[in-house]
């Protein structure tokens, strides 16, 4: 995972993420990344770029961000791991790039108008209203709901903008001459072909049993081998809207009142199809309407007079009168027969002549006809609420001084409690255990926990499921006694003298092949009985193209001169190859021309990622970058919760 987000902070393409980052929480809905109240790094800038300053509060919660996006597609990954991995240092990095490319464009004059910002905002689905358009209630609501700044947001969606438009220029005009793409082109198409030989493990003689004295050795200098990752033992309980659903019903009262209430719903409807012409003078619309009543369609009427008539299906009176921008039209529209052709009528639209196509009437629904559904409703809400109310009695027990036992027996739910569990999920004690469904919520939870933390309730399933759960006990990272595995150990003892000497078998065969011996006639001459070679070969293009991993064998192939040999570890510890190239084969570029375009694209883009680096460093130097040493180390302390002298 960190590799990966390595790769993917190098791309200047991503360059503006870490500026949206809270915005992309927003979007998905995912909340304010997690734990940033906590994570202030003690208040202090972590760099200074021109006039502005990256706050170590800001940085925290960039990161936070970042790792709770991983963790969503690795849940087991831990902030130390993220962080001795370099990846505040990686988010440091970028967002002063960013910064630095906001400086340059102020500095220069450059700005990112307010329209524009609004633009973008107003793109995006999670702050549209019932309508379908943008809708600034429901905006503010989500940034409410996600405790955020407005004023933040607009900031990060123009620096975004300000960088894209720096950045795009300088890294879209690479441009890779064909000259120096031709021959990287046909080495793409270069073949190679040889030979591969195994030493298995399973070929080497046992040997003599391990002494004591060899076994705790090897343990000792296999120690991480052996060590079992932090594990956490939690109890927890699980509640639901089972509890409540036998005990909530509706009353006659509640039924009436709620039909009452949604009477306009349960009311007999009236939708017309409507057609309508918009001219702007009164004298055409006469015309039209004249033809129109004289059997002529109106739509012919329309064309014949230059206009064009449109049909607006399933129309109630509201939503016309907003389309014909005149409630008088829509009223008249909706007062008159099938077929009916209305007198020309003024709006400011223009001049309109409209017919009645068709007019639908659907009855409306009784007390009796609704009774069911209103009852299903009113017992669902009771639940709801009676829901809500048992996890907000909990928290406030919990608030008010109780603990877990003392909610768990004044409440009668039923507790379980967990084996030693990796943040995964895994058991190491217990083989073959397999975590249920609800408890995954609940590990995400416990392992962000401390053991002197009071007891929390969480949600499994949003208004169907919660958990209540208290962290027992942390058992911290360690080595499993010798003891206890020792058979475990021998037999690793005795993998890895067989892999030590089937390496030795390997190289001495390597040996006599770049010595001049074939390749059979050296694993022959070890006296070992070993598989005889076979043919190995590929063309770098089809690695390449390759859906698949490509296997370190022919990865290995195309690394080496041409009649020579090397040595590889195979997969899985189960021996050693001995690779051997016996031919080069150059491509030949006149027979698949189009790769040339292909390659100076991938190049191209390459080169513009690399104009795009120079440029940022340029602009670095230009507006003044100055990193806080101190204050950073101080933030990976926060982060991980480290002591100053760690």
Known sequence: MISFFRRALSSWVVLGLLALIMIAFIVTGV??????DNLSGGGSNVAK?????ISSTDAAARVQAQLDGARQQNPSLEIGTFV????????VDQMVNGRAFEQFGLKYGMTVSSRLVDGEIAAIPAFRGPSGSFDRNTFLG??????????IVREDFARDKMTNALILPAAGVARVPVGLVTPIAALLLEARTGQIGLVPTAAIASGAPASDAELQKFYQRQLTRYTVPETRIIRYALFDRSRFEGKASATEAEIAQAYKANSAQYAAKETRVLSQVVVPTQAVAAQIAAKARSGIALSAAAKASGAEATTLAAQDQSAYAGLAASPAIAKAAFAAAKGAILDPQKSPLGWLVVQVDAINRTGGKSLSDERAALSAQI???KVDVALADFVTKIEDAIADGSTFDDVIKAEGLSVVTTPALTASGIAPDVPGFKAAAELQSILHDG???EVNDDAAVLTITPGQSYGFYDLDRINPAAPKPLTSIRSQVLADFQQDRALREAKRLADAIALKVNQGAPLASAIASTGVSLPAPRPIGARRIDLAKSQQKVPPALALLFSIPARHARVLEAEDKKGWYVIWLDKIEPGNIAAEPNLIKVTQGELSRSLGDEYAQQFAAAIKVDVGVKKNDSAIAALKRSLTGATSSQ
């Open 31 to 36: 909340g304010t990344p997690s734990g940033l």
């Open 49 to 53: 770029v021109g006039g502005s300053t």
């Open 84 to 91: 001795r991995s370099g990846g505040v240092d990686e988010v």
């Open 142 to 151: 989500v940034l409410a709901q996600r405790k955020l700044n407005e004023r």
């Open 379 to 381: 017992v669902k809400q």
């Open 447 to 449: 392992f962000q926990a």
